[in-house]
């Protein structure tokens, strides 16, 4: 049985990265750059003012003070003007072009404005205040590289550059099926011993937030002809995630269909709780995961095993958020032989983050989920956790943010 994380690694070591397509700029926010790209042309593309002042002649200023005559006047969008003379200044605006023969600009609070004269008192360097060519991003530089994934800085990147079109891998399109005689659909009255088939949106919802595309493709009963039937139907998809029907009881059949599909197990069962049952395999080339149906289970599976792999299909390098630590606020028990998740509430002490219990811990109880901010991990080889412990924490949700002060 494989530990967490050589299911993980067994896992990443399965999946191919999707093929790309071009999108409009703002599509690409949130997506993955699927080539490095070069600057097109130098950023800034001309020598313009950082400052609203005057671009001087640095020699003029030599001695100081300095009296130059005002001789134009350059806005931002102004074009370039005849060559400044020696003896002579010109008042400009932050983003106009240098004009020839000046090599500095002197900031407007720097000076003293006297008619058509400027005097300026303070020294100047060549170069001062000057934006240069190319001197943010050179012509043909990589501006951009493949696996990045794409933030509003980046969208302002590749729109300054005039890039209105940008390659990205696709968005892995993820089947989704849930199994189980119980289920019903979200809109349904849950009659005797039914349950609705949140599974299927939780995992969605998570699909979606990891940028690809979830496939809803139903409920399949508790026999293997419909689970074989909508397993194919999933196959269209680049990968597909069932829940439930995975662990020992009679009607778990999910993993038997795959088998007589011809699927290929790398694993079942892993040495962690919750996810404890859940099997990957990959068949015709896609990945399968299938993922314990109690719901939380399902939610951990997906976060810790499932969602690194969409990320790497999708292009992403870098999909393994690291633990960070935190302190055991309480003691806690355990069965050896596991790595334990345990749902927490956060409150930040003296720059650490504290973890309590968020309640009821069972896998059925969707509360305590909802109500935790992190998943705490106890490691597999205790019994006993005490409180005051460091223990490593994945945060789940922002616990750094306040109200306003
Ligand atoms: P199983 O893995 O099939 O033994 O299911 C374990 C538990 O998860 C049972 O209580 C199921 O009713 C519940 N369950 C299974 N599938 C879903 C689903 N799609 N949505 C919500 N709960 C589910
Ligand atoms: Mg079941």
């Known amino acids: 049985m494989p530990s967490f994380d050589e299911a993980r690694k067994i896992i990443l070591s399965h999946i191919k990265t999707v093929g790309e397509e071009t999108v409009p700029l703002m599509d690409s926010l949130g997506r993955v750059l699927s080539r490095d790209l070069a600057a097109p042309w130098d950023m800034p593309l001309f020598d313009n003012s950082a400052m609203d002042g005057f671009a001087v002649r640095a020699a003029d200023c030599s001695s100081l003070p300095a009296n130059l005559r005002v001789t134009g006047f350059l806005p931002a969008g102004g074009q370039d003007q005849p060559a400044v003379e020696p003896g002579c200044a010109v008042r400009i605006m932050t983003g106009a072009p240098i004009p020839k023969g000046c090599n500095a600009v002197v900031p407007v609070e720097e000076v003293i404005e006297d008619g058509a004269r400027v005097i300026v008192s303070s020294k100047v360097l060549p170069r001062q205040h000057i934006r240069i060519k190319g001197a943010d991003v050179a012509a043909g530089a ?49 009659g005797p011993g039914k349950v609705i088939n949140s599974n299927a949106l939780s995992l969605a919802a998570g699909v979606r937030q990891a940028g690809a ?29 069932t829940s439930a029907g995975v662990s020992a009881g009679d009607r778990d059949l999910v993993r038997e269909v795959l088998a007589q599909l011809g699927a290929q197990e790398l694993f079942w069962k892993i040495e962690m709780k919750p996810g404890g049952p859940t099997a990957f395999a990959v068949l015709d080339g896609k990945p399968v995961f299938s993922l314990p149906g109690n719901p939380v289970s399902t939610m951990v599976t997906f976060e810790f095993l499932v ?29 050896v032989g596991k790595l334990n998740f345990i749902r927490v509430t956060i409150k930040k002490r003296h720059g650490r983050y504290v973890a309590h219990c968020a309640g009821d811990q069972h896998t059925g109880v969707l509360s305590t989920m909802t109500r935790c901010d992190a998943l705490a991990a106890l490691p597999s080889d205790l019994s006993f956790v005490p409180a005051g412990s460091e223990i490593d924490l994945v945060l789940l949700r922002d616990v750094d943010l306040v109200e306003e002060e």
């Not at 809803?216 to 998809?237: N, T, V």
């Not at 969602?307 to 003691?331: N, S, T, Y």
């Open 213 to 241: 595309e979830p496939v809803l493709i139903g409920i399949a009963r508790d026999d293997l002809a419909s689970q074989k039937e909508k397993i194919l139907e999933g196959l269209a998809c680049d990968a597909l995630i």
């Open 142 to 190: 990589r501006m951009l590289a493949a696996g990045t994934r794409i933030r509003p800085s980046e969208i302002g990147m590749l729109a300054a550059m005039g890039q209105a079109l940008v390659p990205v891998h696709r968005k892995a399109r993820v089947a989704i099926l849930s199994t189980g005689d119980e289920l019903i659909e979200l809109g349904e009255i849950p």
């Open 307 to 335: 969602k690194p792999a969409l990320l790497r299909m999708m292009g992403q390098h870098k999909v393994i958020r690291p633990f960070i630590k935190g302190i055991l606020a309480e003691d806690a028990h355990k069965k």
